[in-house]
């Protein structure tokens, strides 16, 4: 089991925290894409769970791979064991990148449509287009799948605008609904 959190933690920034059974937390802090209505991580997340992208930047978090970084425990860690832990960690991301390499395909597919799915529900929440910048093109193949999206992004995003610093939406990978929220203190 993963657990997925979204946590602001500024006024402008926010971490994503990934907790796998049995290890400790991994996290990317600050995360980019930092945006008061739904962060890019967050969209990023919709996207694999709802489509079912399993070799995607959360697929290989699952899996124990993926750019999160291993948090110190309470005690923090001595040297030597930290030293172990990124030499493990390191070894399942050589595993991983190699098992992955076939599955490249997926990651640019769940790039792609987290941008395209971002613009579609910006647009339908009446943000202008910016006119120095070209709009991505929706292809038809895709429309079904970023309207899935955008639905769960309506839902979402009223949910994270609520959030206070260091309030949080936890998610169990794959679902599309926070198992958790904490807005306040």
Do not use: N
């Not at 595993?95 to 910006?122: N, P, T």
Request: positive net charge; charged residues 30%; contains cysteine.
């Amino acid at each position: 089991m993963m657990e997925v959190a979204f946590r602001r933690t500024g006024t402008r920034r926010y971490a994503v925290i990934v907790t796998r059974d049995g290890e400790p937390a991994r996290v990317i802090d600050p995360a980019p894409g930092y945006d008061d209505d739904i962060p890019h991580d967050l969209v990023h997340y919709l996207v694999e769970a709802e489509l079912g992208l399993t070799y995607g930047v959360y697929g290989s978090a699952a899996r124990g791979g993926g750019t999160f970084t291993a948090t110190p425990s309470a005690g923090d860690m001595a040297t030597r064991e930290r030293k172990r832990e990124r030499r493990k960690q390191q070894k399942r991301e050589r595993a991983l990148r190699a098992h992955d390499a076939g599955h490249g395909a997926e990651m640019k597919k769940s790039e792609r449509l987290a941008g395209l799915c971002d613009v579609v529900w910006r647009r339908k929440q009446g943000q202008r287009p910016d006119p120095g910048r070209p709009a991505p093109l929706l292809r038809a193949e895709d429309a079904a799948d970023v309207e899935r999206v955008v639905v769960h992004l309506d839902a979402i995003a009223p949910l994270w605008r609520e959030l206070l610093v260091d309030g949080e939406l936890v998610f169990e990978w794959p679902a599309v609904t926070p198992l958790r929220r904490q807005t306040t203190r």
